[in-house]
């Protein structure tokens, strides 16, 4: 009897085994996860509420989206409020966001939500795709990438100058807090003004860049200032005035060591370009310097 | 049963398990009260809803680490203690035996940690959350499977390994479950063999974070993931199959 019941015991303990590894095994997420999913939902979501934000033909979902565990990508391909969703090799190993050229089509990698969330980001993945799908866009439409100047430095290189040289810091500290004026309420009535004065100060301090540095340093605002610009855009919508302020403007004005002060300093360009004519990105090819809009519209 | 409320009796006698549990009381009570404050980001965390998921991490962890220290010497004690050869003489299987002695450690692991429940409960209460009340009770059953995980585990290795292996290796899974999304995160800008050899080695560990994380989720309302529970419980499951199998040669 007692040799019965331990054999019971044993079958029993062993269909919970096979039962939980059965469980196990169909509630593990394949393929794309649901909560990526969501992310991209959110993008096509947004879209419907903010549209190309100005930039004429701008769509976020025109441009594929890798959610990329760093082994595998998740592809999401949106055609029509539907979207098919491919497996793939992971094109970028590690954490990646940026954008992939997969033959004349540019695509947006990103990570998967899971890791997104486990870097501690303040930030929606979702913001993050639409940055990326910006960078996307101005290749496709602009290729600003192929015609960026063979003399440019990278980001990190360009900072590090910069960051080590007094004079070139100082100035540019003070082209920060010139721009910071278009953040405040109060000041930006006056955005000729505040124009005026930043051309001023910018074409002081291009005389002691070399060439090199300034055409990195516009490129650097022109491409990622306008991309933060659009994503700083998407987070006032879905997370609200003071998570915008408190993320992309109160700090804007201060210079910070490394490459974030160009996100910064192109997207306040931009925002003063919105005070100084409403209407300046339908026309705006990535063809020129925002430095150069801006003096187009005070001289 | 005799067996399993011996060992919560022994137990509860035990300093340590004071210690820890006046601890995690303290951690609780000092960053739900104006007395301290958590900032994330230099940002002061506030928001009950926020601390909450960051209070359950610091509160299984704790509840962890006691079901931890608790389990690593209760097996092996009994055998150099010789009170295995009282038990064999009254006819109890050696399986039964080290069954037994790991429900007594999971026992006095869960009362602890639903002392510490009840505090985060009560500052809940006192912050003025208190609709948030029933889903705290609820996320116990996180914290029961969190515990469980760690003093099955622990147990089923010291009945074949002496103590200071079992303790080492159960630091490194204990820590390694407890940081699995850093971990996880860390890993991520790995490449090449040797980052998807590290992956899978972190795969490993059971996902003692994401059962914290799941709790949390409860709470704030988010969507829970069962299969972080499911592959929870088989851990439990795994490790419970190793009380019944592994024996000691002394008895």
Redesign the interface.
């Known amino acids: 009897m007692k040799s019965l019941n331990k054999k019971i015991g044993y079958a029993v ?1 062993g269909l ?2 096979a039962g ?2 059965l ?2 095994f169909i ?3 394949r393929g794309l996860k ?1 909560d990526d999913r969501k992310e991209y939902d959110r993008v096509v979501e947004d879209y419907a509420e903010l549209g190309d934000m100005g930039f004429d033909g701008f769509r976020p979902m025109d441009y594929k989206v890798a959610f990329s ?3 595998k990508d998740f592809v999401i391909d949106y055609n029509d409020g539907d979207y098919e969703v491919s497996e793939r090799k992971a094109v970028y ?3 990646v966001g940026s954008i992939y050229q997969n033959g004349n089509e540019f695509e947006v990698v990103v ?1 998967e939500y ?2 997104w969330i ?3 980001s ?1 930030s929606q993945l979702s913001s993050v795709i639409w940055h990326e799908s910006f960078h996307a866009f101005q290749n496709t439409k602009y290729h600003v990438l192929e015609n960026a100047s063979e003399n440019g430095l990278s980001e990190t290189e360009l900072a590090e100058r910069i960051d080590s040289d007094v004079e070139k810091k100082n100035m540019y500290e003070k082209e920060l807090e010139i721009l910071s004026q278009i953040t405040d309420e109060e000041k930006n009535g006056d955005a000729e003004t505040i124009a005026l004065e930043y051309i001023n100060v910018a074409s002081d301090r291009d005389k002691i860049l070399s060439d090199e540095e300034k055409v990195s340093e516009d490129f650097y605002e022109m491409v990622e200032g306008s991309a933060y610009y659009v994503e700083a855009s998407v987070v006032r919508y879905e997370n609200g005035e003071a998570a915008y302020q408190d993320k992309y403007i109160n700090e804007a004005g201060n210079y910070i060591d490394g490459n974030s002060k160009y996100y910064h300093h192109g997207m306040m360009q931009c925002m003063l370009l919105d005070e100084l004519d409403p209407q300046w990105k339908a026309s705006y090819n990535f063809d020129k310097p925002l430095d150069e809009v801006i003096a187009s519209y005070v001289k | 049963m005799e067996i399993v409320l011996n060992v919560v009796k022994e137990k509860i006698r035990k300093k340590m398990l004071y210690i820890t549990t006046v601890l995690g009381i303290l951690v609780v009570m000092i960053f739900s009260s104006d007395m301290g404050s958590l900032t ?2 230099g940002k002061n965390i506030k928001d009950y809803y926020v601390l909450i998921p960051i209070l359950i991490n610091v509160v299984n962890f704790l509840s962890g680490a006691i079901a931890l220290a608790m389990s690593i010497t209760t097996i092996p004690n009994e055998y150099e203690r010789r009170t295995s050869h009282l038990i064999w003489s009254r006819g109890i299987s050696q399986s039964k035996y080290h069954i037994d002695l790991t429900i007594g450690n999971v026992i006095v692991s869960w009362i602890s940690g639903i002392i510490l429940y009840i505090t985060l409960g009560l500052f809940a209460i006192i912050n003025g959350y208190n609709n948030m009340l029933g889903l705290i009770f609820v996320a116990i059953l996180f914290m029961f499977i969190y515990t469980a995980i760690i003093c099955t585990l622990t147990s089923a290795l010291s009945i074949k390994l002496p103590t200071v292996i079992t303790g080492v290796i159960m630091i490194i899974v204990f820590l390694g479950g407890a940081l699995r ?2 971990l ?2 860390m890993s ?5 063999f040797g ?2 050899v590290v ?1 899978r080695l972190i795969g490993l560990f059971p996902d003692l974070a994401g059962l914290s994380r799941q709790a949390g989720n409860l709470i704030q309302g988010k ?1 829970v ?3 972080v529970i ?2 929870g ?2 851990f439990i ?2 490790a ?2 190793g009380l ?1 199998l592994f024996r000691r040669k002394e008895a």
């Open positions: 303990y919970i085994g939980l590894i469980t196990g509630t593990t997420e649901g565990n760093g082994e190993e590690g954490l990570p899971d890791t486990a870097t501690g303040s | 994330i980001g999304s850093i996880k995160l991520a800008v790995l490449t090449g980052g998807t992956k969507p993931d069962i299969h499911v592959i419980l088989l499951w795994i419970g199959l019944i």
